[in-house]
């Protein structure tokens, strides 16, 4: 931590007492993996599984370790994941506001459920990510499945 903070200017660490653990090494992500490319949907579903995502993104040359892309440039590396997962989570809205417009029909209490995927879905849409969508506690149970 004590590197990471140097590294970044953090003048005060303060440790949380978070655990990290399992299998967290998730390569692999490459442009068009929302579209099964590389390995896609593999990927994909392991980032579903976890709490929280630690980009770590290559930042250095080295000609025995070949990029995925041709050329080393992190700004790109990070543009990618985050569109990406956008377009992943993309995927994941259009499915859960088919099912909740198909069960408006019999059902109008999701009509509010539906109104939280859509805000959602907007902010996709626009290229943010779900997470900065403002949500209350009970909104962001939805997601929770």
Same mark, same amino acid.
């Given at each position: 931590?004590?590197? &990471? ?5 953090? +003048? #005060?660490?303060?440790?949380?007492? #978070? ?17 099964? %490319?590389? &390995?896609? +949907?593999? !990927?994909? $579903? ?13 930042? !250095? ?18 543009? *990618? ?9 993309? %995927? ?16 109008? *209490? ?18 943010? $990510?779900?997470?900065?969508? %403002?949500? $209350? ?9």
């Amino acid at each position: 931590m004590a590197l &990471l903070a140097d590294d970044i200017s953090i +003048n #005060t660490v303060v440790g949380a007492g #978070t655990k990290v653990s399992g299998d967290l090494n998730i390569a692999g992500l490459v442009r068009g993996a929302s579209r099964g %490319e590389g &390995l896609g +949907n593999k !990927f994909l $579903s392991h980032i579903r599984e976890v709490d929280a995502i630690l980009h770590v993104v290559r930042c !250095f040359e080295d000609s025995n370790i070949v990029h995925v892309d041709g050329k080393v440039d992190p700004l790109r590396d990070v543009e *990618t994941i985050n569109m990406e997962l956008v377009l992943a989570d993309m %995927e994941i809205m259009e499915r859960k506001l088919n099912n909740a417009r198909k069960i408006l029909k019999g059902d109008k *209490t999701v009509a509010g459920d539906i109104a939280v995927y859509e805000r959602v879905m907007k902010a996709l849409e626009d290229g943010q $990510s779900a997470r900065t969508v %403002e949500l $209350s506690d009970d909104e962001r149970a939805l997601f929770h499945d």
